[in-house]
């Protein structure tokens, strides 16, 4: 028995085993409490560079405090994550895009009085020696980078199809637009692994179609390593090198989406115990 997905989003139909070895991404016996729910128990997985990595689970299985641990925004009890072979758990959260992780958010947290340009910029100001600070002083230095980043911000605008759009307020925009702009503000920071929280969530069957597109062209022509927390199976299987599964904070199953669809605690994690 396999999970059901949608066959017009795509699926890989690669089979096998866990991978194994060290990724970019390294996540060791991580382990999160609150009181005594046991939100994430000893979950470990690796992410290899250039790979796209699913992330699943039914609702409340961890993968949000999985998230917010990577985005140093949470403090495990135990275990490690190390990033480029180097451990993250000592850095605050607003030096985690200089290491190279950018994230979205399951709920926008855009500028919403800002225009898409400008929601944009402010993500690739965060990595930028100098920063907005120098910008707003008028340094020199501060100009020549302000140059180049509003010229590859334009890029960026014209890659995510938002070049139409770019002196519109954000508010003003629909919620598949603005799903667009958050990606391109998290993409400003030229990350080498990015978060995805949901990026299907409430998009329609033919914003999902295009944003599976854009997932793979974004891997393929950036270099981007990604890790994928979504409920859309058929976006899932359809992009993912790699799927990682989480029931009550623990991991179940891990391999390509063809072993994870037919492993059995998987479709009971999914469909109940009698499945």
């Given amino acids: 028995m396999m999970i059901l997905i949608d066959d017009n989003v795509g699926s890989r139909s690669d089979s096998g085993a866990p991978m194994e070895g060290p990724g970019l991404l390294e996540v060791s016996r991580l382990s999160v ?9 000893e979950v470990s997985f690796d992410v290899d560079p ?3 990595c699913g992330l699943i689970g039914p609702n409340g299985a961890g993968k949000t405090t999985l998230f917010n641990c990577l985005s140093r925004l949470y403090e495990p009890q ?17 030096r985690m895009a200089w290491v190279g992780i950018g994230r979205t958010f399951q709920n926008l947290a855009l500028f919403g009085s800002m225009t ?9 100001y965060v990595t930028r020696q100098g920063g907005y600070i120098a910008s707003m002083l008028g340094l ?18 014209e890659r995510l199809g938002l070049d139409e759009v770019a002196n519109v307020p954000v508010r003003d925009l629909p919620f598949g637009t603005q799903k667009r702009v958050e990606l391109g503000r998290a993409l400003a920071s030229q990350p080498k692994l990015l978060l995805l929280d949901e990026p299907a969530a409430s998009l329609t069957h033919e914003e999902v179609q295009a944003l599976r597109s854009l997932i793979l062209e974004l891997r393929n022509s950036l270099s981007l390593t990604i890790l994928l927390v979504e409920h859309h199976m058929g976006l899932v299987m359809g992009v993912s090198d790699h799927v990682v599964v989480l029931s009550f904070g623990r ?20 469909l109940g115990g009698s499945a």
Avoid at 33 to 41: E, K, M, P, T, Y
């Fill in 33 to 41: 409490r609150f009181g005594g729910i046991v939100a994430l128990d």
């Fill in 50 to 52: 250039g790979n796209i």
């Fill in 78 to 94: 135990a275990g490690e994550i190390r990033f480029g072979g180097r451990s993250v758990l000592r850095l605050p959260a607003h």
């Fill in 116 to 124: 898409v340009e400008q929601n944009v910029l402010a993500g690739g």
């Fill in 140 to 157: 020199s230095s501060a100009k020549r980078g302000e140059v180049a980043l509003r010229r590859e911000c334009r890029g960026l605008l």
């Fill in 251 to 270: 991991k179940i199953a891990e391999g390509s989406a063809a072993y994870v669809q037919s492993h059995p605690e998987v479709i009971r994690a999914y």
